[in-house]
């Protein structure tokens, strides 16, 4: 039992012990004050464990170990703790001068954001090393293997070219500069119109999405474009000759138009006279175009299939005894005399025709007389039979004009 008492209170007191020992370790520690992270280069040439890490330049830790781990190599780097860093950090290695030790630059600086925890890891795609001189080396000797007689210039290619370009330029120096100048102007012009210019960019690509999202009416119309090309190939020599044919009928209007220039002047003065003609009496030719048709109907429904004839119920009186009314005026129009003018012919009708009426007699007086020979009655007087119902009692009742 003693035994057993004894085991326990080692035990308890290795325990305690290390508990104070992970204390101690755990306060000498945040009495240091720094911290402690890791970053994958793919290379770390003349970097070694104490060299300096910096943010803006200012040192403010060290490098403490490097182990390479397959195609990269780990450092483990360790800043101090009132440092803060952005938790998307990046470590580039710097060299200050071509030979010498290089130095870890952790950027961007922290401003504000999450923040870098203690022994985070960076990943090599967020460390980046510098181009080596042997690498710099290399590459000026490929461009001149290149450009040498066994590249470019095996057959004196650019020596030519060169040789072209100095007699090109010479004595060009001035158009040269101001060529540069204007491009300098070019180019300050389109960044003051960026906002224009990228406006028919984005312009250009609605329009080029317009035709993505039509694609298939687009192919639609590349496709019957396409069948109208092919008919016009076979076509190709009927629109040949058609088209030399529009080429001498072109020459023969020519010569028309030259032979006959003062014929088509006249037919369009003419035309001319007509139009203005037209349009003084539009008002006319409109009412003609209203009255037309009713008068057009009214001769389509006085004519008569049966027997071919117009049927209407004229004016019989006026028709007979209108012309009978002023005679002399009736007879010498029909002798293609004006009865208004005094020509002897006319003269000697009309002392006729007095001496057949008694001088003094009207001419109203003479109607009525014809009037009353036919059986027609006086003025006021009526008519025994019974009239029918008036339809079209004189033409223009007929063809429905207004006198």
């Known amino acids: 039992m003693s035994a ?3 085991r326990t209170g080692r035990i308890l007191s290795a325990l305690v012990l290390l508990a104070l020992v992970v204390a101690a370790v755990v306060v000498l520690s945040e009495r240091d004050g720094t911290k402690t992270i890791t970053a994958d280069f793919t290379a770390t040439n003349s970097l070694y464990e104490g060299s300096d890490v910096k943010v803006l330049g200012v040192p403010v830790g060290r490098v403490t170990k490097l182990e390479p781990r397959g ?6 780097i360790e800043y101090q703790g009132d440092v803060d860093l952005p938790a998307d950090v990046k470590a580039v290695l710097v060299s200050p001068s071509v030979v010498g030790d290089r130095f870890v630059q952790l950027a961007p600086a922290y401003t504000k954001g999450a923040k870098l925890k203690a022994s985070a890891h960076v990943p090599h795609d967020r460390t980046a090393v510098p181009v080596e001189l042997d690498q710099v080396y290399e590459s000026l000797d490929d461009l001149s293997v290149a450009l040498g007689p066994k590249g470019a210039n095996k057959d004196g290619s650019l020596s030519k070219l060169l040789d072209a370009g100095a007699r090109q330029l010479d004595g060009e120096g001035q158009q040269v500069n101001d060529t540069i100048r204007d491009v300098g102007q070019l180019s300050q012009t389109l960044e003051n119109s960026s906002d224009d210019l990228f406006g028919s960019v984005r312009e250009i690509s609605e329009f080029v999405a317009m035709l993505r999202e039509n694609d298939a009416t687009v192919r639609s119309f590349n496709d019957s474009t396409a069948d109208v090309a092919k008919v016009l190939e076979g076509e190709r020599e009927d629109l040949a000759a058609t088209v030399d044919q529009l080429g001498l009928a072109l020459v023969d209007v020519r010569d028309l138009v030259k032979e006959n220039r003062s014929v088509l002047g006249k037919d ?7 139009s203005r003609v037209l349009v003084k009496h539009r008002d006319a030719l409109e009412q003609v175009a209203v009255d037309a048709p009713t008068a057009l109907s009214n ?5 008569n299939g049966r027997y071919g004839t117009l049927d209407n119920r004229s004016n019989i009186e006026k028709m007979l005894f209108g012309g009978l009314e002023d005679p002399k005026t009736f007879l010498c129009t029909l002798l293609g005399e004006s009865g208004k003018e005094s020509t002897d012919l006319c003269k000697t009708v009309g002392d006729l025709l007095g001496g057949l009426t008694g001088g003094g007699k009207t001419a109203e007086g003479s109607a009525a007389r014809n009037r009353a ?5 006086a003025t006021g007087g009526t008519v025994a039979t ?3 119902d008036r339809v079209n009692d004189s033409i223009e009742d007929m063809l429905g004009v207004a006198p």
């Open 373 to 377: 020979a036919v059986g027609v009655p």
């Open 299 to 303: 001769v389509a429904l006085t004519y």
């Open 386 to 388: 019974t009239q029918p």
């Open 4 to 6: 057993l008492l004894s």
């Open 268 to 274: 369009v003065a003419d035309l001319t006279s007509i």
């Open 71 to 76: 195609d990269v190599v780990r450092a483990t």
